[in-house]
């Protein structure tokens, strides 16, 4: 207790990161990073963007990142919102749209940071169970509510709605926001900013820090209709007007401009998460079906935690999240081919010693 802190800090519960190690020659499959370098002309274009110029501000509105973002999804830049990694996009949406008073629902198995924004902000919450095979059933999300909050795929389970889905929660709830948090959507889920031309109550939010391999770059980003962004834009306004820098800036328009370094990259690791999956089944290991870059798996006689720990002795580090529906699981990233055979052979040969 601090006598100088303000009476909301002491009642905050921040979100705790996935350890990032210093050791380099640790396989690092525990915070769902690409296991591939971003795209080579991104990487220029950083290089480019580091000159002279870096004396100046940067463009607050991000207006080339943003129109590029428009373009690739047919839709115009006053429907795109950028921000310092999607965790700010989010962090901005649930100050700027879910201040109704009713409680804001999401899943109670989901990405963890959504309730450290509630706190954050003061808004009541209500987290829906998953059904006990760890979907998230859209009927379940009725009721008086300041907006639904979805990630799709969900994190940590990796599973996907389908867009018949997210289309049932727009139409079950016209005067709140539906949030769809996309950011695994590339490596095979469907996206919904397809229907955002039809939905004035839909926001996507994406990221450059998975499918786009630029967790270091910190950007992220939102789809929705102008009304929904103007509000993004009035509480970025009031907190940090240039939140992108130019590098970040530069680099990120690159890297949507890249599509075929990212179709491939994409593709190679919906690939690997196929075979390691079947790898894992082999094991013995329950595996949910994962349309991220993640896979979730339990092992029926074993301890979770411990398999993390024997693990990361062998110097293999994967997540493990304790909470009640989450203690006895492991998520575990999708690195190349070459590491997912080594935590492949590790685990078989930690099953076998514990044996
Ligand atoms: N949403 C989900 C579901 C995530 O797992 C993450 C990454 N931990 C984020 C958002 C935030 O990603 P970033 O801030 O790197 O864009």
Not at 91 to 100: C, D, I, K, Y
Not at 160 to 185: S, T, W
Not at 221 to 234: C, H, K, N, S, T
Not at 322 to 330: E, P, Q
């Amino acid at each position: 207790m601090s006598r100088f802190w303000s009476p909301l800090v002491h009642t905050l519960t921040p979100y705790v990161p996935g350890e990032q190690p210093k050791l380099t020659n640790l396989i690092k499959l525990n915070t769902n990073e690409s296991p591939y370098g971003p795209s080579p002309r991104a990487l220029q274009a950083m290089r480019d963007a580091a000159d002279d110029t870096m004396r100046l501000y940067p463009d607050p509105e991000a207006a080339a990142l943003r129109a590029a973002l428009a373009k690739r999804v047919g839709l115009t830049p006053d429907c795109v919102f950028v921000g310092n990694g999607s965790d700010e996009v989010l962090a901005h949406a649930f100050q700027a749209l879910f201040g109704h008073g009713d409680p804001l629902l999401f899943p109670d198995v989901t990405y963890s940071f959504y309730t450290v924004y509630c706190g954050l902000y003061g808004l009541p919450y209500r987290q829906v169970p998953l059904t006990p095979d760890m979907r998230i059933q859209v009927e379940d999300y009725t009721g008086p509510c300041s907006g639904v909050v979805v990630a799709n795929p969900n994190a940590p389970t990796g599973i996907a709605l389908g867009l018949d889905d997210i289309k049932r929660l727009l139409e079950m709830h016209p005067d709140r926001v539906v949030l769809v948090d996309e950011a695994y959507v590339d490596f095979g889920a469907d996206s919904a900013v397809t229907l955002v031309a039809d939905y004035p109550n839909l926001l996507v939010v994406q990221t450059f820090s998975k499918s786009r391999a630029l967790a270091g770059l910190r950007v992220g980003f939102a789809f929705g209709q102008p009304d929904l962004i103007e509000a993004l834009v009035r509480v970025k306004d009031s907190f940090n007007s240039y939140p992108l820098d130019r590098i970040a800036q530069a680099g990120a328009t690159a890297a949507v401009e890249d599509e075929e370094w990212f179709q491939k990259s994409v593709q190679k690791v919906i690939a690997s998460r196929t075979a390691l999956a079947s790898g894992l089944q082999a094991l013995g290991f329950e595996v949910l079906p994962s349309q991220a870059n993640f896979v979730y798996i339990h092992h029926a006689d074993r301890d979770a935690a411990e398999l993390a720990a024997n693990l990361r002795e062998r110097a293999i580090i994967v997540r493990h999240l304790r909470g009640a529906r989450t203690a006895s699981w492991l998520r575990i990233t999708v690195g190349t081919d070459q590491q997912c055979d080594k935590l492949l052979s590790a685990l078989r040969d930690i099953l076998r010693r514990n044996t």
